[in-house]
């Protein structure tokens, strides 16, 4: 009866610790593409909302929960403002777009970073591209046209995460609007400016650039940086206009992208893998029981250690002379000098209840009459310790000499 009990412990123990490994096995990583400024996972903007007064100081920098052309606006906005949006796709209703359109022909800044433009594409005679010779695994890599900030060695990225371009009409009216400020490893331009009235459009096909996840990267988080350094010192309005229908369609959209593609993102956790086969999960199974009998059976000592007391030993003198010999071997007399005048002043206060702030001949006749010393001695040795505080370095005669005159003091007390 008392064997059945302990394989009933056995298993009650066993069972136990398989809900605890479940209850508290760490969280799976949440992959969704968000680019929300509060999300912490790999695809959110949380790190790049958070460096942008060091982009753009002495700006005010403005979390706007609407599109700042929506008729839901009730905010003046400035006369001259910059646009932040980043997505992985950009969808306005045509309302908006000429609202938006009208925002930058008055001389203001927009800065989307987006894998497609709805609408916009068109108005601005545009549109988006993948590069179609990489393969599965290959990694793709972008960088900036401009000299001056162009890196030796190019931006690195997944092939998912970069691998759209932009395919600009050619037309003359085109090549006066569109300037390329960045380009892939295939020569695509994948970071334009366009000319709009009084304003500017800057366009970014790598939104995931701007993520968590890539700017924590080698020194990835420079590409940000630097594309955003384009806009004007204006005040900076991100778009958090991001509803659960959007973000849901923009998951679905790239997961068929990426299943097109040939991707997997699905990550099975090693748990579940071993669960799911018969023969490991006995064996996990197995495993388990046969460390919680080893732990109950042999965990236990089979006679308790007596420790040894030892008796405490008072090693303050110990201490006191290891630190003044390490100071004399370094010929460090200044640094003795100094502690021997802090216990000195130490020793009067504390012997005499004299304050030791300030050292005059009121003090000093003080002293005096406390100490029984005269008074011509009581100078003699102020007068020497204000020599030593006032030099940068003194001879190890002239701290004998201290030292001498500190000690008299106390034996004649």
Known sequence: MKQHRIYLVILLITIIGFILVEIYKPKPVDWTPTFSNKDKIPYGCELLYKVLPNIFPNQKISDEKVPIFSKKRTVKLPPKSNYLYVFSY???????????????????????????????????????????????????????????????????????????????????????????????????????????????????????????????????ADYAFKALSYLPEQPIFWDEYVNKMSIRKSVKSISKSREAKGQEDVQESPFKFIVSQPALKWAYFITLSALLIYLIFEGKRRQRIIPIMEIPKNTSLQFVETIGSLYYNQKDHKTIAEKKITHFLAYIRTKFYLKTTEIDQEFKTDLSNKSGISLREINDLFDYISFVQNNNYIAENQLVILNEQVENFYKNV
């Open 90 to 220: 950009f969808r306005v209703d045509s309302l908006s777009l000429v609202k938006l359109l009208d925002y930058v022909q008055k001389g203001n800044s927009v800065f989307i970073a987006s894998e497609n433009f709805f609408g916009l594409d068109d108005t601005l005679h545009f549109q988006t591209s993948y590069v179609k010779d990489l393969a599965i695994n290959d990694s793709a890599s972008i960088n900036f046209i401009n000299p001056t900030i162009r890196k030796l060695s190019n931006y690195k990225y997944q092939n998912q995460a970069a691998d759209t371009y932009f395919d600009i009409k050619d037309s003359t009216k085109n090549r006066k609007l569109f300037t390329i400020l960045g380009k892939n490893s295939k020569g695509f331009p994948n970071f334009i400016r366009v000319n709009f009235g009084k304003g500017m459009f800057f366009l970014n096909s790598v939104p995931m650039a701007f993520t968590n996840f890539y700017m924590v990267k080698n020194d990835n």
